[in-house]
């Protein structure tokens, strides 16, 4: 391989031997050549749902776990972290083709009898221990009909699971319908690696929202702004600006920073970090005298398991072993992917509390000179950003006059 090299000392400085590659040999990755060590750090303590727990996170962005970890810190102090799951079905939408637009419409009225649901969730049910069908939601265009089935997949991110399912239970729609063409096991209206509104207003993996109040005594000692500036900023940024923008499931500072890292640690798959980011953070004033901070974030599609992928892997099993949820929970099942769900979003919480505190206060510039790059020019960046601090941050209400 080494002539085919743009330079042939390419591969010195990759590191090859003391790693166990049977753990990855036809699980998770062919052709392989070395592997690729990435810095992890831990922020936390993370109060969530009244545990105490320290979160890994893979990264080589310079302050994004310092700056998460303060966000822990605030947290710490204002009673932590509560989450709540509202979702749990990992979907897959195979195209389905029938000969005419009336054919098409006529499976689609036959998969929305309960009865036949009950017939096709047998059909599915039967080819996983695990993987249990839970709705399907029919979308037509012309004569195609784009199939979406959610299903449970117990602690498993699930999608060959599903696919297993859905593949059998087409096959028992095809006796029934006997000129229906399968024209794609994975009709993109799954959605699976690609924004989408229907992941965003339907959900996919796990849906979470994360909640916490802050007082305002610590959102002006650990966060050195405002409840006022932060929800007002948080308008502005997330709510506006993500909508003049266009975004779908964009309304949030940097959630993909804090899920892309955790996924890396955990052995997740790091394409899906993308949708599984999808995050609209709200904050409000609150307490007696609107001095407090409410902050939520909702995440309606997390996509992520404690078994199979890579979290085989021996460093990333360390990692979830660490949060507490290595492997399948024999007990409850699904129990442990569903909680590494509400780490995430916790998290993401306290990541979006700390940036939007930076952006506030006008310390953005100045942490990530201090983090990402050498001292030599954190001086005059630390000079320029002070001269700007007065006019990114927002300390009083503005009045707005309307004629």
């Given at each position: ?103 098409a419409a006529a499976l689609k009225t036959w998969l929305e009898e309960p009865e036949n649901f009950l017939l ?245 510039v100045k942490s990530h000179m201090r983090h990402n790059r050498s001292s030599s020019s954190l001086a005059t ?23």
């Amino acid at each position: 391989m080494t002539p085919n090299l743009a330079s042939t000392d390419s591969l010195e400085l990759l590191p090859y031997s003391g790693y166990n590659y049977a753990q990855v040999q036809g699980a998770c990755c062919e052709n392989v050549i070395g592997y690729m060590p990435v810095p992890v750090g831990v922020a936390g303590p993370l109060l969530l749902d009244g545990e105490l727990l320290q979160v890994p996170m893979a990264t080589t962005e310079g302050c994004l776990v310092a700056s998460t970890n303060r966000g822990c810190r605030a947290l710490q102090k204002s009673n932590g972290v509560r989450s709540s799951v509202t979702g749990d079905a990992m979907t897959r939408a195979p195209a389905l083709r029938l000969p005419t637009a009336e054919r098409a419409a006529a499976l689609k009225t036959w998969l929305e009898e309960p009865e036949n649901f009950l017939l096709i969730k047998q059909e599915f049910d039967s080819t996983s221990s695990f993987g249990r069908l839970q709705k399907l939601h029919c979308i037509q265009a012309g004569c195609t009909l784009f199939v979406r089935f959610a299903a449970r997949t117990g602690d498993a991110m699930g999608m060959n699971m599903v696919s297993k399912g859905v593949e059998k239970s087409v096959r028992f729609m095809r006796d029934r319908f006997t000129d229906l063409e399968v024209v794609s096991l994975s009709g993109n209206v799954c959605t699976d690696k690609k924004p989408s509104a229907i992941n965003w207003v339907m959900g996919r993996g796990k849906s979470v929202v994360c909640e916490a109040t802050i007082s305002a005594s610590v959102v002006k000692e650990v966060l050195k702004t405002s409840a006022y500036s932060l929800v007002e900023l948080n308008r502005q940024k997330n709510l506006v600006g993500s909508a003049m923008a266009g975004s779908i499931g964009g309304f949030n500072a940097h959630a993909a920073n804090i899920v892309a890292a955790v996924f890396i640690a955990c052995g997740q798959d790091a394409a899906q970090s993308g949708t599984s980011s999808s995050c609209l953070t709200q904050m409000e004033l609150c307490g007696p005298r609107d001095e407090d901070l409410y902050v939520t974030c909702t995440m309606p599609s997390v996509e992520i398991g404690t078994v199979g992928g890579g979290t085989v892997l021996s460093p990333q099993a360390a990692c979830l072993k660490m949060l507490g949820v290595q492997g399948a929970n024999k007990e409850h099942p699904g129990q442990n992917a569903t909680k590494l769900a509400r780490i995430i979003c916790g998290t993401v919480l306290a990541g979006e509390l700390s940036l939007m505190a930076a952006l506030a206060s006008g310390d953005l510039v100045k942490s990530h000179m201090r983090h990402n790059r050498s001292s030599s020019s954190l001086a005059t960046i630390s000079e320029a950003a002070s001269r700007t601090s007065s006019s990114t941050s927002i300390d009083a209400p503005t009045k707005v006059c309307h004629t």
